[in-house]
């Protein structure tokens, strides 16, 4: 019955280690998100893909791409971790990125780093 | 530019008393307005949305919020609390041009006594 599904839940690296985060969805969306929620804050957008057009939002640092291999899958990669990179990364799809459509959350991956 | 307000950052119920969590909201258009909710250490779950329809909008577990265009407001209510309501609760508007961005507020959390 999951929708959008985060793996793993939980990740530790250590600092400068790069690491990937893995998010798959059954709801067959062209729109895949990935946001960053760093404690008692609201959740901060890094980029999405519209199908396999990817759109980086101007603020989101070089350290972090991800990849969209197929309509189901996408990836964050964290290329050099640094303790400022510390969050809970969350997915999120959406049918086609009208204004009126529900963005479906993942239940998130919280990354710690060493 | 779109944004929203959550005027309160924490708000304590007794469970059985009523809810009542506050947003206002700027759009020069008529905006689309979210409110979902987030249990420690889980993603973002949707309560209930408005996209110009009814304007009293009728969400999971009880929950309802009303648009009112000459407050600015989209509160959410319940009317009786229950221990499992204890979460963060985020305000949320869709970008009104070009593709769907989710702007959030900061966040309201939940208390709920026994």
């Known amino acids: 019955d999951a929708m959008v599904i985060q793996n793993p839940r939980y990740q530790v690296t250590q600092f400068g280690k790069p690491v990937t985060l893995s998010c798959s969805q059954t709801?067959?969306?062209?729109?895949m998100y990935w946001y960053q929620q760093k404690s008692s804050q609201a959740p901060k957008l890094l980029f999405h893909y519209y199908d396999k057009d990817f759109n980086n939002e101007a603020d989101t640092p070089d350290n972090f791409q991800s990849r969209r291999p197929n309509t189901s899958f996408c990836f964050l990669d964290i290329r050099s971790p640094g303790l400022g990179d510390a969050a809970m990364y969350l997915c999120a799809t959406s049918r086609v990125g009208l204004r009126t459509d529900t963005q479906y959350f993942g239940p998130g991956t919280r990354l710690t780093v060493l | 530019a779109q944004s929203v307000t959550q005027l309160d950052s924490h708000v304590s119920v007794s469970e059985g008393t009523p809810v009542l969590l506050r947003c206002n909201y700027s759009?020069?258009?008529?905006?689309?307005l979210f409110w979902y909710v987030q249990h420690p250490n889980k993603g973002l779950q949707l309560l209930l949305k408005?996209?110009?329809?009814?304007?009293l909008v009728k969400g999971i577990n009880g929950f309802e919020a009303e648009f009112k265009k000459s407050e600015t407001s989209f509160h959410l209510t319940k009317p009786s609390a229950h221990m499992s309501d204890a979460a963060e609760y985020f305000c949320?508007?869709?970008?009104?041009?070009?593709?769907?961005?989710?702007?959030f507020g900061t966040g309201t959390r939940l208390l709920v006594s026994p």
């Open positions: 949320v508007v869709s970008t009104n041009t070009g593709f769907q961005k989710l702007v």
């Open positions: 709801l067959n969306h062209n729109v």
């Open positions: 408005y996209t110009s329809a009814a304007t």
């Open positions: 759009s020069s258009y008529s905006p689309s």
